[in-house]
T-cell receptor
Framework: AQSVTQPDIHITVSEGASLELRCNYS??????LFWYVQSPGQGLQLLLK??????LVQGIKGFEAEFKRSQSSFNLRKPSVHWSDAAEYFC??????????FGAGTTVTVRA | DAGVTQSPTHLIKTRGQQVTLRCSPI?????VSWYQQVLGQGPQFIFQ???????GRGNFPDRFSARQFPNYSSELNVNALLLGDSALYLC????????????FGPGTRLTVL
């Protein structure tokens, strides 16, 4: 069975510090990979996606993610967080079927 | 350009009632998917429709149904509401099903009392 794991439920980071959110998936082949962000009471906004090719993917708002096949990981990074980055972040996979499977999410708190 | 729109924004129902949620996809998108997001969890897939045909269904009871109209908008219906149906219901649209990127609407917050 396929699954998406986000090991960190909650991360607190200081404004201006770097951020890394972890995502692991279990699947035999390489899935299509996504990171979405959700602000309180809002829908999901796509940050970036990986389908194939270069394993380092650039997204919006200064985020990037790196696909590592050997580790079945697709971790999200940002070099310097802003207070507006406080939100919930979801990793999702598309296993070449009709649906996205989401992780449980990581809540990011930014302290001044 | 308008994104995915959903109505209503919020809804309060009582147990046993029925509810209809509506979704309008991004112009040109022919595929609509529905997800349920219970508080504190990631979204769970409910349905996907493409060209008015159901393409996929998640692990939800038959109380949940949906349809897609000729203009590609969609409705999600839930009958015999239970307290556990309280959630944020998200609609996503894409040009085509499967590997194409899904863009999400703001959601409808359903509270069942």
């Amino acid at each position: 069975a396929q699954s998406v794991t986000q090991p960190d439920i909650h991360i607190t980071v200081s404004e201006g510090a770097s951020l890394e959110l972890r995502c692991n998936y279990s699947y035999g082949a390489t899935p299509y990979l996504f990171w979405y962000v959700q602000s309180p009471g809002q829908g999901l906004q796509l940050l970036l996606k990986y389908f194939s090719g270069d394993t380092l993917v650039q997204g919006i708002k200064g985020f990037e993610a790196e696909f590592k096949r050997s580790q079945s990981s697709f971790n999200l990074r940002k070099p310097s967080v802003h207070w507006s980055d406080a939100a919930e972040y979801f990793c999702a996979v598309d296993l070449n079927d009709y649906k996205l499977s989401f992780g449980a999410g990581t809540t990011v708190t930014v302290r001044a | 350009d308008a994104g995915v729109t959903q109505s209503p924004t919020h809804l309060i129902k009582t147990r046993g009632q029925q509810v209809t949620l509506r979704c309008s996809p991004i112009s040109g998108h022919k595929s609509v998917s529905w997800y349920q997001q219970v508080l504190g969890q990631g979204p769970q897939f409910i349905f996907q429709y493409y060209e008015k045909e159901e393409r996929g269904r998640g692990n939800f009871p038959d109380r949940f149904s949906a349809r897609q109209f000729p203009n590609y908008s969609s409705e999600l219906n839930v009958n015999a509401l239970l307290l556990g149906d309280s959630a944020l219901y998200l609609c996503a649209s894409s040009l085509a099903p499967s590997t194409d990127t899904q863009y999400f609407g703001p959601g409808t917050r359903l509270t069942v009392l």
